[in-house]
């Protein structure tokens, strides 16, 4: 108010304050004035008059009595607010006494912080400590700070001016607020997750074997892990994709194996069955197996989804663990090897066809041939280019089959059926990378469109070359060879350098155009390499190759997120680029525990999202691990507490396969009316979703946009996910399993539409 800033005004300490501004205002401007004119060191000092400065200070600190500049700051020494308790409201400094004494941030704020410093003006105690650290010997100090803790903030130059201040805070948190240092520590212990492969005390209690496959793109690594999955007696295959899941148990099926598979959408599970074939987020940790399949381990470095991959591989009860995909991941999986005490063996595949990089561009209208893949980075591209290859053969019917990570996987699995089938109309192929994993497709060339894609900043940048030499694996099946081309010349030069260096890869010179296009595989065989013309690189020192791998538009997967595109191969990427990190997610009961003692001190009940969030601002992880991605999680949560749910339930409904973000608002709305039917009425209806139009039996959905049919299915996926955990609350499940086969129908009617 007008009097309270009256009074201010007329302090004597505004007044001062007045002064000193109008002091150092006036220098600056001389300064500024006398720089126009002089030169720099005449101006500011010489590097030499800065340098001594400096070094008189240094001395004082290190105890030389007879330094003039010591006596003077031992004589007048004053606390600086802003150069000592500053460091104090640091989020780096929390962090490192969370790690070091378990204090957690809410013992740092500015209340502590004031009464400290009114504590320390107050107490000659204190002041005497302080005066007594700075006039000891730097020999005294160093030998103290020997056994106190350090990190990459808390360097051993920063605690020579700051332990004391630091000694003083935990004796004043100590006597002050002694019930909050309990609560403090208590929660900190908690939250700590350095040692993970503690969890899985049962799986600690077998020696495993495991044994890593890495090779690159159809070189039958998976086939091998997978012959030894068949022959045990009791065996578990863990999937990245329900398209995968789904291929294993079908083939099991076929061989005369009877096979159970659960995914978070169905279970299918049959008495005195003891192979199992399910996604790497529903696999029990609680059964013996004698042999387990990990298919794609390199997704353990995953920012959205390498948890499930952690767990699988810390807690899989299994004497015999096989794992499959890249070998950027084999350093660091030895590392959790050596944690667990398990043995490691490494198996390395080659390639079985060779991969030729042509020269020339390719154009649509001139290029065209039958099992052709382009690859562009967007849905809209996409169908551009599906239209366009239908508009160039004036087909009634489309010729062009589509992949993209929207699609349902029973669409995606029955547009690579009609791919891959010789007696079907369908001869070409549009795709994102999502062709990366979890079909098998009868490429015979890799088509580039761009290698320029929008990142999630709303960035555009050229792939990576590790993206570049995954999707291009794709072109060639079995024995027979693959080619790579591109539609703009500036990415050819990109894509000949990517490929260039890798085992059983062709790489045409542009100069002499000797591989062209068209030529046939036995044409090939009879083609010499030089350095003028082809050269066919050596194999990398290191012994490892590439491998299939994920991206980021695969579908939405019970419990599955769409990731980042984190997988390449040793062979296929720098190695820098290996990985170092394994996913983490808090547990459930680690939440529950944590929000009981929250309780307590805050002395109210917190929400699912609260906690969560409380929880990973002061979670303990060594550099070996990470805590992936919970934004999607946080913005479900932000959802389900607005209703009166346990937190269990909450927990339940917020891990659900639904990426809000990437939905239209129909996706919200029902998910909300899921969570508020469970909550008020423990009964979850189905909505009348789908607007089914018929015309003599056959279904009409021009009613509907592609996109619109695609968010329904998610829908009813993340019902049938939902109803797998409360089977009694969500009672329409036959329904959503009728409805999606509808949706499925509709979406291959406007993909096979020319």
Same mark, same amino acid.
């Given at each position: ?588 009961? !680690? #939440? *529950?525990?944590?929000?009981?003692? =929250?309780? &307590? /001190? ?7 999202? @609260?906690? +969560? ?94 996109? !619109? #049919? *695609?968010?329904?299915?998610?829908? =009813?996926? &993340? /019902? ?7 089977? @009694?609350? +969500? ?24």
């Amino acid at each position: 108010n007008a009097e309270y800033m009256g009074t201010v005004l007329r302090s004597k300490t505004f007044e001062l304050l007045l002064n000193e501004t109008k002091k150092m205002i006036a220098l600056m401007l001389r300064r500024a004035k006398q720089s126009v004119r002089l030169p720099f060191s005449r101006a500011f000092g010489s590097r030499a008059k800065r340098s001594r400065g400096r070094n008189a200070a240094d001395e004082a600190l290190r105890g030389d009595r007879s330094n003039p500049f010591f006596r003077e700051f031992r004589n007048s020494f004053q606390i600086d607010d802003h150069q000592i308790f500053r460091h104090f409201r640091l989020a780096s400094f929390t962090k490192y006494m969370n790690e070091s004494y378990r204090l957690l941030p809410f013992l740092f704020d500015t209340t502590q912080i004031l009464q400290f410093r009114q504590e320390f003006i107050t107490n000659e105690r204190f002041q005497e400590h302080i005066r007594s650290w700075f006039s000891s010997s730097y020999r005294d100090r160093e030998d103290i700070l020997t056994d106190v803790p350090q990190n990459d903030f808390m360097s051993a130059k920063r605690l020579a001016y700051l332990w004391p201040f630091i000694e003083l805070y935990l004796e004043f948190l100590t006597t002050r607020l002694p019930r909050e240092v309990e609560v403090s520590k208590s929660l900190s212990s908690l939250t700590d997750l350095r040692a993970p492969h503690l969890w899985f005390p049962e799986a600690r209690k077998i020696k495993r074997r495991i044994v890593y496959h890495h090779g690159p793109t159809n070189s039958g690594k998976t086939h091998a892990a997978l012959q030894e999955f068949q022959d045990a007696d009791a065996g578990i295959y863990c999937a990245p994709l329900r398209l995968l899941a789904w291929e294993i148990q079908e083939r099991m099926e076929q061989s005369g194996r009877p096979c159970n598979l659960i995914t978070g959408q169905e279970r299918i599970i049959r008495p005195d069955t003891r192979l199992t074939s399910c996604t790497v987020e529903t696999a029990s940790l609680s059964e013996q197996y004698d042999a387990a399949v990990i298919d794609e381990i390199q997704m353990i470095g995953d920012r959205e989804r390498g948890a499930a991959w952690t767990n699988a591989l810390l807690g899989l009860r299994a004497e015999r663990i096989h794992l499959c995909g890249d070998s950027r991941a084999l350093n660091l999986v030895a590392r959790l090897c050596d944690l667990t005490g398990d043995t490691l063996e490494e198996r390395k595949y080659e390639r079985f066809s060779r991969l030729f990089v042509l020269p020339a561009p390719y154009s649509l209208q001139k290029d065209l041939k039958e099992g052709d893949c382009i690859i562009t980075f967007s849905t809209r591209r996409v169908h551009l280019w599906k239209n366009r290859i239908d508009k160039l053969l004036q087909a009634d019917a489309s010729q062009c089959a589509v992949v993209y990570g929207r699609l349902p996987p029973e669409t995606r699995k029955d547009q690579a059926r009609r791919f891959n089938d010789p007696e079907s109309d369908v001869k070409f192929l549009v795709a994102t990378n999502a062709i990366g994993m979890g079909l098998n497709l009868r490429i015979k060339r890799i088509i580039f469109h761009t290698l320029r894609r929008m990142t999630a900043s709303g960035e555009t940048k050229v792939i990576d070359d590790y993206e570049i030499k995954q999707i291009a694996g794709r072109a060639g099946r079995f024995m027979e060879d693959g080619q790579v081309l591109c539609m703009r010349k500036d990415d050819l030069v990109i894509v000949r350098k990517a490929l260039r260096g890798m085992h059983k890869v062709v790489v045409a010179d542009p100069t002499t155009r000797t591989l062209v296009e068209g030529r046939t595989s036995d044409e090939e065989d009879d083609v010499e390499a030089s350095d003028d013309d082809i050269k066919i690189a050596r194999e990398p020192a290191n012994e490892a190759d590439a491998e299939e791998s994920f991206t980021s538009t695969i579908d939405l997967e019970a419990d599955e997120q769409p990731s980042s595109a984190l997988s390449l191969s040793r062979e296929f990427a720098e190695e820098e680029l290996l990985l170092t990190q394994a996913g983490l997610f808090p547990k459930f009961q !680690q #939440l *529950e525990s944590f929000a009981r003692k =929250l309780e &307590v /001190y805050e002395r109210r009940k917190s929400s699912l999202r @609260s906690v +969560f969030k409380k929880f990973v601002a002061i979670a303990q992880y060594e550099g070996l691990y990470f805590i992936q991605s919970y934004s999607d999680f946080c913005e479900m949560a932000a959802i389900v507490e607005k209703f009166n749910m346990e937190m269990k339930d909450q927990f339940t409904f917020s891990s659900a396969p639904l990426h809000l973000s990437k939905m239209w608002g129909l996706a919200r709305k029902v998910f909300t009316g899921f969570a508020k039917d469970f909550a008020e009425f423990n009964n979850v209806r189905l909505p009348p979703l789908l607007k089914v139009v018929r015309e003599k039996e056959v279904i009409i959905p021009e009613v509907y946009q592609l996109g !619109q #049919l *695609e968010e329904i299915h998610h829908i =009813l996926d &993340v /019902y049938l996910w939902l109803a797998n955990h409360y089977e @009694s609350s +969500f009672p329409d499940k036959d329904l959503a399993l009728a409805k999606k086969e509808v949706v499925c129908e509709m979406i291959n009617y406007h993909l096979e539409s020319a």
